[in-house]
Nanobody, 126 residues
């Protein structure tokens, strides 16, 4: 079983940057597809980004393409989400999630992903 711990959230001004980190540990974490979701108050959960455990290919929601970058360092057991050009609409709790099944683009799996982190709050405001 993989465990996930997020960090890096905080308050940032519009146009600023933050880097979120998700440290994963447990049994064979490299077999897991790990990525990020976010949920803003009163809104549905949104898949933000995911990185393939096999070829490292990155996937992004249209709302963050060109601004966010996901990366994975298996040696450090960490997945990062670099967030640039932040907008007020990026304000949300960001969750790291992992599953041994490929889940990006398969919303029917999202409620049943194997592992979730506790979430970290990102607030974009002047």
């Amino acid at each position: 079983q993989v465990q996930l711990v997020e960090s890096g959230g905080g308050l940032v001004q519009p146009g600023g940057s933050l880097r979120l980190s998700c440290v994963f540990s447990g049994y064979r974490p490299n077999y897991y597809a790990i990525g990020w979701f976010r949920q803003a108050p009163g809104k549905e959960r949104e898949g933000v980004s995911c990185i393939s455990p096999t070829d490292g290919k990155q996937y992004y929601a249209d709302s963050v393409k060109g601004r966010f970058t996901i990366s994975r360092n298996n040696a450090e057991n960490t997945v990062h989400l670099q967030m640039n050009s932040l907008k007020p609409e990026d304000t949300a709790v960001y969750f790291c999630a992992a599953d041994r099944r490929w889940w990006w683009g398969r919303e029917g799996l999202w409620n049943n992903l194997e592992v979730w982190g506790q979430g970290t709050l990102v607030t974009v405001s002047s």
